[in-house]
């Protein structure tokens, strides 16, 4: 009888409200012309439903706590939590001085995929950094929101400390800070030196082929060179031998000596002309290593050696092998440095 007397009185209700809606809207296309379009006879209810008309308020409801849960288990907050997708417990244990709010959340997202967004938020509804500490969370009650979903975390009070014993406990944090912050600096030295490892692996093998091409073009070279020096010397001797002959067979030394005079003044003037041309004195060494360049450089324009690519390689190989250098050494590796040996 009550649900029947409810149903009459529902439907006595909508008609009503049909009724005045459709003669408020007659009333005023009536009085409008620029409605006169709008058939005063067609019930509007019959095309817009009366609940499309009502706001809805849409709020993501607020979960008790027993959904989520904290406990400390050998000295460490365990988070217990249903996951959404699989509808089963899980327990995320957290890392007070090592963790933080964005640690905790990314461990959630990775263990249930199906969780698209995830926040932590105060109770007043100020979102907290992913930045701050678990030990911070943990101070106070907060919000885990997952998805659409608003879990009210209530984390267990624990008693307050001392100034003595909070001094000791930042003492102990810092203390754990370095020892993390010394192992996770081995790791990536290691991590550094196997990737530069593989780097200088790399561009050996690709200098490789250049370094073949560039060692026939030395050979060459040097022959080249090898030759004109001694066809230098061949020459001064046969210019010795010719200037001898004239001087104690076909001539006389007072004949010859004007000759020898314009031979030397002619061999300093060739001197001097090199020096303009090349900005350089005139010394065997650099001269040869000067014809050892030119010789090479002909053939490598022959063989259209690549010369860009192969220093750019070898800038590369040196720079990696610099950097390795670096990371082994002691000061890197926090080894005690060798002593200096004193000078007797």
């Not at 101070?139 to 984390?155: A, H, M, R, T």
């Not at 530069?196 to 073009?217: A, F, G, H, Y």
């Not at 090199?274 to 060494?285: A, D, G, V």
């Not at 750019?312 to 040996?341: C, N, S, V, Y």
Request: hydrophobic share 40%; aromatic share 10%.
């Amino acid at each position: 009888m009550a649900a029947g007397g409810g149903r009459f009185l529902a439907s006595r209700l909508s008609l009503s409200c049909r009724r005045a809606l459709a003669a408020a809207a007659a009333d005023f296309s009536a009085k409008s012309p620029l409605l006169g379009f709008v058939p005063r006879q067609a019930p509007i209810a019959k095309h817009f439903p009366l609940w499309r008309f009502c706001p809805v308020a849409c709020s993501s409801s607020v979960v008790s706590s027993d959904e989520v849960t904290v406990s400390y288990a050998n000295g460490l907050p365990v988070v217990s939590i249903t996951l959404p997708s699989r509808k089963e417990r899980c327990q995320f244990t957290l890392r007070p001085v090592l963790e933080n709010v964005g640690d905790f959340l990314r461990s959630l997202q990775a263990e249930d995929r199906g969780i698209d967004r995830a926040a932590i938020y105060t109770l007043d509804g100020t979102r907290v950094a992913a930045s701050t500490g678990v030990d911070i969370l943990l101070l106070d009650d907060f919000k885990l929101v997952i998805n659409e979903e608003s879990y009210l975390v209530q984390p267990p009070k624990r008693g307050s400390l001392s100034a003595d014993d909070a001094t000791a406990l930042g003492e102990v944090k810092v203390l754990v800070q370095q020892m993390y912050t010394t192992l996770r600096i081995e790791e990536h030295q290691l991590q550094r030196e196997r990737e530069l490892l593989t780097k200088l692996d790399n561009l050996r093998v690709q200098i490789e082929p250049l370094e073949k091409v560039k060692r026939d073009l030395k050979l060459k070279a040097e022959k080249r060179t090898r030759l004109v020096l001694w066809g230098g010397l061949a020459y001064m001797a046969t210019q010795f031998g010719f200037l001898a002959r004239l001087t104690w067979w076909e001539y006389s030394w007072d004949i010859m000596e004007p000759v020898t005079y314009f031979v030397t003044y002619g061999s300093a003037i060739a001197m001097y002309a090199y020096f303009i041309l090349t900005r350089q004195e005139y010394i065997y060494q650099d001269a040869r290593d000067r014809q050892y360049l030119h010789f090479f450089h002909r053939h490598a324009e022959k063989t259209r050696f690549d010369f860009a690519a192969y220093n750019k390689l070898k800038d590369d190989i040196a720079q990696a092998e610099l950097d390795l250098k670096r990371l082994r050494d002691p000061l890197q590796l926090h080894l005690p440095t060798p002593q200096l040996e004193g000078k007797h």
